[in-house]
């Protein structure tokens, strides 16, 4: 049997795999450490979300950045979508605005 987790903020050890057997926590895969410097209000509410899930801030601090990178690849596509239309100047677009009653 292995350990529980403990997490300062909760003061209290906890197994997150046996609270929440759909959440995949770094207990269960290799991690790496890193420093993370948060605004004071960010880190508050971080770790109110956390104890509030209890849910460790390294498994919220993961998803959010799973989740942004995700948003990144999917503007990526859709950039890549469009790369065959035409461009037009910013000049030219305020003309065209210009031309049609919008400015």
Excluded: W
């Excluded at 609270?19 to 895969?29: D, G, I, K, R, Y």
């Excluded at 498994?59 to 469009?82: G, Y």
Aim: hydrophobic letters at 40%.
């Amino acid at each position: 049997m292995r350990p529980g987790r403990f997490d300062a903020m909760t003061l209290s050890s906890y197994s997150a795999g046996a609270a929440f057997p759909e959440v995949s926590t770094m207990s269960e895969q290799t991690s790496k450490r890193a420093t993370i410097y948060f605004e004071p209000d960010l880190h508050q509410a971080v770790r109110l979300k956390a104890a509030h899930t209890q849910r460790s801030v390294s498994d919220i601090v993961n998803d959010a950045v799973r989740m942004a990178l995700r948003e990144d690849q999917e503007d990526l596509a859709a950039f890549e979508e469009r790369a065959a239309e035409p461009a037009i100047s910013y000049e030219a677009l305020l003309e065209d605005l210009k031309a049609h009653g919008k400015l």
